[in-house]
């Protein structure tokens, strides 16, 4: 008996180990015609997994997040799969695409068009209410169909659900595209100057001030961006990241369907009457206090500027700032004093005077303790916090992982990276890309 009651219990054993079922690449092989898009499958995905899809060439095929493939050119592409599951990244396999022309004299397909057609709001109509218009012309008129065009405007009023932020962080691979950071002009936004007016840089004063704003391709009123803003280095200004081509990380970044459509906003963060050093030491509190006044004026001039001249969207979740060396500290400032209005801080080899230090013969007191260098409770799983250092960065030395080594402690939720380079763009420029793929994503 206690032998037949084993082999029953037994017998249900692997049901269990069947429902744990491993994840697998199904497509491995897709043919399409130029024009047409095809989703690549995955079987058994994990709940709290990221997939990540890498294009070999993004000219001749997309891939959308969620794996959809779009066919650009004739030709073959390799689409490589990664899953990233508790901090591990392990690749599932390549799917191959083969993409052939369109058939001579036939028009493009019909799935690459109504998403950008004036003629798509119609289709979306229902037809059993159309149906009963003996005359076409009738259907689009609003006075026909009042409920109908209220419809649409109410499904965009809510705020959208943001994904949680736990998956981005356990996401360990730093890996960048090749051309990730190449001049593409098929891809390429605008850049606009904008100058605005600041109250916190004089007592009494009005001082104007500059900054550029980077737009995604297609930018346009009817839709709402959210914001990223990136703070320089010592010594630079709001030009120096437009003339190092970083306008070109962001939009192969959106390009590549690695990240959202966004705005980026390049600010002179040294906020003092003159904007630079002019007057002062380099490397001197005085200089350095007028980085740390940037928060002030990014709070009280620059975003409500930006948010009144641009198409936002508003709120923590839509808000993020990063930035190198200086700019890294400054962000850092900005991300965990202002922890209500940032969910997205970066800083790219960022320079000391966080923590109290002696570095360049300047002697600070530091802008939090490593004790007080945390986020509240109510932030701690909602904020996603990357700190990148260059293997060969003798400029800021170890300041950022002193850092990293602090928000540990605190057991602060966070990425670093130590990327090959040093106090350069060889370093900045693949980590703002990794912090733009993590950022903005909504269910």
Not at 160 to 183: A, L, R, W
Not at 375 to 400: A, C, E, R, S
């Amino acid at each position: 008996m206690l032998l037949i009651l084993g082999l029953a219990f037994s017998s249900t054993l692997p049901v269990a180990s069947q429902a744990a079922k491993k994840t697998k690449l199904k497509t491995k092989k897709i043919t399409m015609k130029v024009g047409q898009k095809k989703k690549i499958v995955i079987n058994g995905k994990k709940k709290k997994a990221v997939y990540r899809f890498v294009s070999s060439s993004k000219a001749k095929a997309s891939v959308s997040k969620s794996g959809v493939v779009t066919a650009k050119k004739a030709g073959k592409v390799t689409i490589t799969v990664k899953e990233t599951y508790k901090k591990k990244t392990k690749k599932l396999g390549n799917t191959v695409v083969t993409i052939k022309k369109k058939d001579d004299g036939k028009k493009p397909l019909p799935t690459a068009v109504p998403s950008s057609s004036p003629a798509a709001t119609p289709v979306v109509t229902p037809v059993p209410q159309s149906s009963s218009q003996p005359q076409n012309t009738e259907v689009p008129k609003q006075t026909e169909e009042p409920k109908q065009t209220e419809a649409p405007l109410e499904t965009e009023t809510p705020a959208p659900v943001m994904k949680p932020i736990g998956p981005y962080i356990e996401d360990t691979d730093s890996s960048v595209p090749d051309g990730f950071d190449k001049v593409n002009d098929e891809v390429a936004g605008t850049v606009e100057d904008i100058t605005y007016d600041s109250t916190v840089i004089k007592e009494d004063a009005v001082v104007s001030r500059k900054a550029k704003v980077v737009l995604p391709k297609g930018y346009t009123e009817d839709k709402k961006y959210p914001v990223v803003y990136m703070n320089h280095g010592i010594g630079e200004n709001e030009t120096t990241f437009y003339g190092n081509k970083v306008q070109n990380v962001i939009w192969n970044a959106i390009a590549n369907e690695d990240a959202e459509e966004m705005i980026v906003v390049f600010p002179n963060g040294c906020a003092n009457e003159k904007g630079n050093s002019s007057g002062l030491e380099f490397f001197s509190k005085e200089h350095y206090a007028a980085f740390d006044n940037f928060i002030n004026d990014l709070k009280e001039c620059l975003m409500p500027y930006i948010n009144e001249h641009y198409s936002t969207l508003t709120g923590r979740d839509n808000t993020a700032v990063c930035g190198f060396s200086m700019g890294g500290r400054v962000s850092l400032h900005i991300g965990f004093t202002l922890q209500d209005t940032f969910r997205y801080v970066g800083a790219f080899c960022p320079a000391p005077g966080i923590f109290e230090h002696n570095d360049m013969n300047v002697h600070e007191d530091g802008l939090f303790t490593p004790e007080t260098f945390t986020l509240q409770d109510k932030y701690m799983n909602d904020t996603l916090v990357m700190i990148v250092k260059g293997t060969n960065d003798t400029t800021v030395k170890n300041f950022p992982k002193d850092y990293t080594d602090a928000l540990t402690t605190n057991q602060v939720p966070h990425l670093y990276f130590e990327l090959p380079g040093g106090h350069d763009g060889s370093v900045y420029k693949p980590g703002m890309y990794n912090f733009l793929r993590r950022i903005f994503h909504r269910n």
